[in-house]
């Protein structure tokens, strides 16, 4: 079984329903029974709405009876599965563990939990905590009516003119005959149709184990009798399953085995299946090559893309790491912790990185007596404005480029006013559990880290970002290029980030570049901005969290002709009534200068004569 490719098998489990497809057409609905269906032609699967919540499942099957696409809409968010392969929303997701005979991966929303399963003979559960509403319609029927068969077909074909859907042809098949002539005690009545599935499924693909073999081995299951169970698999020529290395069959197994990256699966994520597993006392190796188990005293740890074995320690400025056992176990971060914000690309107090989507008045942050808001501008995708309402501050100026800002409220902060405006607050001293907004709450947990204004906690950055909008936003956020010339010289020179020998490589121990190389690519491919200033500014986002963490990088922006763009175009407004407006010179007006004497600052007036 090492090198088989498996049919995908369909479960949707609501309470006591489930639906399948099988084989090369096999539909059991959710209620009625079971049919048959020959096309290469795309289908709608089901589809429904939960809670207002909308969901819809498509496959397709190839020519060779197997399907080759599974497409998951989620309230308009798309998940394709595809050779083997798990994409949502365009981006291509690796899954979480995979053997020879496993390939699982798991969605959730806020409002259903969504259960994604590939294995032998592959199955994907649907599990949903609600009754589903009427208007269900695909080849699963509806929730209490089957409907009329070529009716149901008719209407859940989807649109293709390429594509064929063929009347079953009427064959007699000799394994077919003899597998159901030892069935009838088991299937009693329903012996005959499923005889009849059994001929419609298997013509054309007489040679294709991948196709009757799951068949065959769905009614021994359903029948449970030892005496078929004996004799199914010698008739059908389906041999028993095998692992490869040191793995060991069972036919119902953990769907995720412990292994080095997870060495105790939760129960929450358990369900039975065939599968692989390793020995007793052993782990599943998932870090080296092969098919391997290990004790788990053994397992390496991995860290920006290097392993570290049992007992090796990896530092920076602010801790130290042992590897202990495939965990990491660090000391306390001496480092304060910052939210960084640089243009759409946001990291949260506790680490979490995304990126914004769209260009609206964000809250960034806010606490009990303070909030720092900022502004995208309308044309380009870097921030116009960082505005600051709170009480007392000193302001002092740092350097050409950055202004440090301390409150009495407990909440000190940094701006970059060159050649972008960005943003670097510091985790604040207290009050964290009040801490809200798109830098999230600052509790050293980034599960809870998408807390939308509502309270709730959202699963993406989409609409926990837009709960803290407050109402201006001038478009989208592209998160693909849009540009070809500036994606080919985007990838070329973003690269430079994760050469192994490079400028930037003391730094890949500590920070994995995988987040910046993509942020500069996309800051390249939407900037409005020359190419060369946007990449500049991709690379310093890495550069300056290498620095935080005491990784000098060295004069990077000799290196790659990036000295030239750190030019002031920068102006700062300080508003009465400690509200500071930090924004780009053109926005600023120098009336602010007559306003700026009503407060009893030196501090301020001295910070105004740098400015203007």
């Given at each position: 079984?090492?090198?088989?490719?498996?049919?995908?098998?369909?479960?949707?489990?609501?309470?006591?329903?489930?639906?399948?497809?099988?084989?090369?057409?096999?539909?059991?609905?959710?209620?009625?029974?079971?049919?048959?269906?020959?096309?290469?032609?795309?289908?709608?699967?089901?589809?429904?709405?939960?809670?207002?919540?909308?969901?819809?499942?498509?496959?397709?099957?190839?020519?060779?009876?197997?399907?080759?696409?599974?497409?998951?809409?989620?309230?308009?968010?798309?998940?394709?599965?595809?050779?083997?392969?798990?994409?949502?929303?365009?981006?291509?997701?690796?899954?979480?563990?995979?053997?020879?005979?496993?390939?699982?991966?798991?969605?959730?929303?806020?409002?259903?939990?969504?259960?994604?399963?590939?294995?032998?003979?592959?199955?994907?559960?649907?599990?949903?905590?609600?009754?589903?509403?009427?208007?269900?319609?695909?080849?699963?029927?509806?929730?209490?009516?089957?409907?009329?068969?070529?009716?149901?077909?008719?209407?859940?074909?989807?649109?293709?003119?390429?594509?064929?859907?063929?009347?079953?042809?009427?064959?007699?098949?000799?394994?077919?005959?003899?597998?159901?002539?030892?069935?009838?005690?088991?299937?009693?009545?329903?012996?005959?149709?499923?005889?009849?599935?059994?001929?419609?499924?298997?013509?054309?693909?007489?040679?294709?184990?991948?196709?009757?073999?799951?068949?065959?081995?769905?009614?021994?299951?359903?029948?449970?009798?030892?005496?078929?169970?004996?004799?199914?698999?010698?008739?059908?020529?389906?041999?028993?399953?095998?692992?490869?290395?040191?793995?060991?069959?069972?036919?119902?197994?953990?769907?995720?085995?412990?292994?080095?990256?997870?060495?105790?699966?939760?129960?929450?994520?358990?369900?039975?299946?065939?599968?692989?597993?390793?020995?007793?006392?052993?782990?599943?190796?998932?870090?080296?090559?092969?098919?391997?188990?290990?004790?788990?005293?053994?397992?390496?740890?991995?860290?920006?893309?290097?392993?570290?074995?049992?007992?090796?320690?990896?530092?920076?400025?602010?801790?130290?790491?042992?590897?202990?056992?495939?965990?990491?176990?660090?000391?306390?971060?001496?480092?304060?912790?910052?939210?960084?914000?640089?243009?759409?690309?946001?990291?949260?107090?506790?680490?979490?990185?995304?990126?914004?989507?769209?260009?609206?008045?964000?809250?960034?942050?806010k606490g009990p007596n303070w909030m720092i808001t900022i502004q995208f501008n309308q044309k380009g995708l870097s921030l116009r404005k960082v505005m600051v309402h709170l009480s007392k501050v000193q302001v002092y100026w740092l350097s050409s480029m950055f202004v440090q800002v301390h409150t009495t409220c407990g909440i000190h902060f940094?701006?970059?006013?060159?050649?972008?405006?960005?943003?670097?607050?510091?985790?604040?001293?207290?009050?964290?559990?009040?801490?809200?907004?798109?830098?999230?709450?600052?509790?050293s947990d980034t599960t809870d880290d998408f807390t939308a204004n509502s309270g709730i906690i959202e699963n993406s950055a989409q609409p926990f970002a837009l709960s803290w909008s407050l109402g201006h936003c001038h478009g989208n956020i592209p998160s693909n290029c849009t540009n070809r010339e500036n994606e080919n010289y985007a990838h070329?020179?973003?690269?430079?980030?994760?050469?192994?020998?490079?400028?930037?490589?003391?730094?890949?121990?500590?920070?994995?570049?995988?987040?910046?190389?993509?942020?500069?690519?996309?800051?390249?491919?939407?900037?409005?901005?020359?190419?060369?200033?946007?990449?500049?500014?991709?690379?310093?986002?890495?550069?300056?969290?290498?620095?935080?963490?005491?990784?000098?990088?060295?004069?990077?922006?000799?290196?790659?002709?990036?000295?030239?763009?750190?030019?002031?175009?920068?102006?700062?407004?300080?508003?009465?009534?400690?509200?500071?407006?930090?924004?780009?010179?053109?926005?600023?007006?120098?009336?602010?200068?007559?306003?700026?004497?009503?407060?009893?600052?030196?501090?301020?007036?001295?910070?105004?004569?740098?400015?203007?």
């Amino acid at each position: 079984m090492t090198t088989q490719r498996w049919i995908l098998v369909f479960i949707f489990s609501l309470a006591s329903d489930t639906c399948r497809t099988f084989g090369s057409g096999i539909v059991q609905p959710f209620k009625g029974e079971s049919y048959y269906v020959r096309s290469d032609c795309p289908f709608t699967l089901t589809s429904f709405t939960v809670n207002r919540g909308e969901y819809s499942v498509t496959i397709r099957r190839g020519r060779n009876g197997l399907l080759v696409q599974v497409e998951i809409i989620i309230n308009k968010v798309m998940t394709l599965l595809q050779n083997g392969h798990v994409v949502v929303q365009n981006k291509r997701f690796e899954p979480k563990q995979k053997t020879a005979l496993t390939l699982y991966s798991r969605l959730n929303t806020r409002k259903s939990k969504i259960t994604l399963r590939q294995v032998h003979p592959g199955i994907i559960n649907v599990t949903l905590e609600s009754e589903l509403s009427t208007d269900m319609c695909g080849l699963c029927g509806k929730q209490n009516l089957a409907g009329h068969r070529h009716e149901l077909i008719r209407d859940s074909q989807l649109h293709d003119l390429r594509c064929k859907t063929r009347d079953p042809v009427l064959q007699k098949n000799h394994v077919c005959s003899q597998f159901f002539r030892k069935t009838k005690s088991c299937l009693q009545d329903n012996n005959s149709h499923f005889h009849q599935l059994c001929r419609d499924n298997i013509f054309g693909f007489e040679n294709s184990h991948e196709v009757f073999c799951p068949f065959f081995q769905e009614v021994a299951s359903q029948c449970n009798q030892s005496r078929i169970n004996r004799f199914w698999r010698r008739l059908t020529r389906c041999e028993k399953p095998s692992c490869p290395g040191d793995l060991i069959y069972e036919k119902k197994g953990p769907a995720f085995i412990p292994s080095c990256s997870n060495p105790d699966p939760a129960p929450f994520y358990q369900e039975l299946t065939e599968t692989c597993v390793c020995p007793r006392d052993k782990v599943f190796n998932n870090h080296a090559i092969g098919h391997h188990c290990i004790p788990e005293s053994s397992c390496s740890c991995e860290f920006a893309g290097k392993s570290y074995g049992n007992g090796e320690i990896r530092s920076s400025k602010c801790q130290s790491c042992t590897c202990h056992g495939g965990k990491w176990r660090c000391s306390e971060n001496l480092c304060h912790r910052k939210c960084v914000i640089e243009g759409q690309f946001v990291t949260t107090f506790d680490g979490k990185q995304y990126v914004l989507p769209r260009k609206c008045l964000y809250v960034a942050s806010k606490g009990p007596n303070w909030m720092i808001t900022i502004q995208f501008n309308q044309k380009g995708l870097s921030l116009r404005k960082v505005m600051v309402h709170l009480s007392k501050v000193q302001v002092y100026w740092l350097s050409s480029m950055f202004v440090q800002v301390h409150t009495t409220c407990g909440i000190h902060f940094q701006i970059q006013l060159s050649p972008e405006i960005q943003l670097f607050i510091d985790t604040p001293d207290k009050s964290n559990d009040k801490i809200k907004g798109l830098c999230g709450n600052s509790n050293s947990d980034t599960t809870d880290d998408f807390t939308a204004n509502s309270g709730i906690i959202e699963n993406s950055a989409q609409p926990f970002a837009l709960s803290w909008s407050l109402g201006h936003c001038h478009g989208n956020i592209p998160s693909n290029c849009t540009n070809r010339e500036n994606e080919n010289y985007a990838h070329e020179k973003c690269a430079v980030l994760h050469q192994p020998t490079g400028m930037f490589a003391k730094c890949h121990p500590h920070i994995p570049t995988d987040y910046y190389y993509t942020a500069c690519i996309q800051r390249i491919c939407n900037t409005g901005r020359s190419r060369r200033e946007a990449l500049c500014i991709g690379l310093a986002s890495y550069a300056k969290a290498c620095d935080g963490l005491g990784v000098v990088i060295g004069d990077w922006r000799r290196n790659t002709g990036c000295s030239e763009f750190t030019s002031e175009k920068y102006s700062m407004c300080i508003l009465p009534l400690y509200f500071l407006e930090f924004t780009e010179k053109d926005e600023c007006r120098y009336g602010m200068f007559n306003k700026l004497k009503q407060i009893s600052s030196i501090g301020f007036i001295r910070l105004l004569s740098y400015l203007f």
